[in-house]
């Protein structure tokens, strides 16, 4: 069994900064890309940042300049580091991974459960 495991989630002012972790668990051969999504109420889910297994990353527009994505490999760990927040980032985060549970299997998207993140104004 996989799990993805969120963290770091919570409130802060416009300005502020959160670092959001994400870890994966459980018996796989291999995990492909890590990335952040996001969701807000009554919109769609939609892709913060991904990062490859190599360290190559990928942002969202409204992101570019003011979130960092990385991950430890050793680790299983993928993170968000958030600054300069607004209060258009509130939004329930959700770390998903690419992972080859074994040789016989394809790549699969797991997803974490979710942490929310609001900025107050």
């Known amino acids: 069994q996989v799990q993805l495991v969120e963290s770091g989630g919570g409130l802060v002012q416009a300005g502020g900064s959160l670092r959001l972790s994400c870890a994966a668990s459980?018996?796989?051969?291999?995990?492909?890309?890590m990335g952040w999504f996001r969701q807000a109420p009554g919109k769609q889910r939609e892709l913060v940042a991904l990062?490859?297994?190599?360290?190559?990353?990928n942002y969202a527009d409204s992101v570019k300049g003011r979130f960092t994505i990385s991950r430890d490999n050793a680790k299983n760990t993928v993170y968000l580091q958030m600054n300069s927040l607004k209060p258009e980032d509130t939004a329930v985060y959700y770390c998903?991974?690419?992972?080859?549970?074994?040789?016989?299997?394809?790549?699969?998207?797991?997803w974490g459960q979710g942490t929310q993140v609001t900025v107050s104004s």
């Open positions: 459980g018996t796989f051969f291999s995990i492909n890309d």
């Open positions: 990062i490859t297994w190599g360290g190559s990353t």
């Open positions: 998903a991974g690419d992972i080859r549970r074994n040789l016989q299997r394809a790549v699969e998207r797991y």
